[in-house]
Nanobody, 126 residues
Framework: QVQLVESGGGLVLAGGSLRLSCKASGRTAAPFAMAWFRRAPGKERKFVAVVRWNSGDIYYADSVKGRFILIGDGAERTTYLQMNNLTPEDTGVYYC???????????????????WGRGTQVTVSS
């Protein structure tokens, strides 16, 4: 079992910044990958960013590239999502996810991940 706990959400004005964190616990081996997804109001959950632990590779959704920075701390089993220049379109519930089952084949797909956090709300007002 793996527990994922997100924190850092809140309300921010457009153009502002927030930093989310996700800490994994409960498993001795590191996940293959840890990712962030978000669900905007009335929409499907979508990929935001992912770090692949064995290689350190990081990938971003096009919508956040250049504005969001994902930092992985393997020793602490924690990821940080630094979100800059936020827009109202970034509003949603942000979920942390971990793939512990197998080397990921499609890191942008939510089915790839077997553990999820409860989510943290991010609201960006214009």
């Amino acid at each position: 079992q793996v527990q994922l706990v997100e924190s850092g959400g809140g309300l921010v004005l457009a153009g502002g910044s927030l930093r989310l964190s996700c800490k994994a616990s409960g498993r001795t081996a590191a996940p293959f990958a840890m990712a962030w997804f978000r669900r905007a109001p009335g929409k499907e959950r979508k990929f935001v960013a992912v770090v692949r632990w064995n290689s350190g590779d990081i990938y971003y959704a096009d919508s956040v590239k250049g504005r969001f920075i994902l930092i992985g701390d393997g020793a602490e089993r924690t990821t940080y999502l630094q979100m800059n220049n936020l827009t109202p379109e970034d509003t949603g519930v942000y979920y942390c996810a971990a793939d512990t089952a197998a080397i990921p084949t499609d890191m942008r797909a939510d089915w790839q991940y077997d553990y999820w956090g409860r989510g943290t709300q991010v609201t960006v007002s214009s």
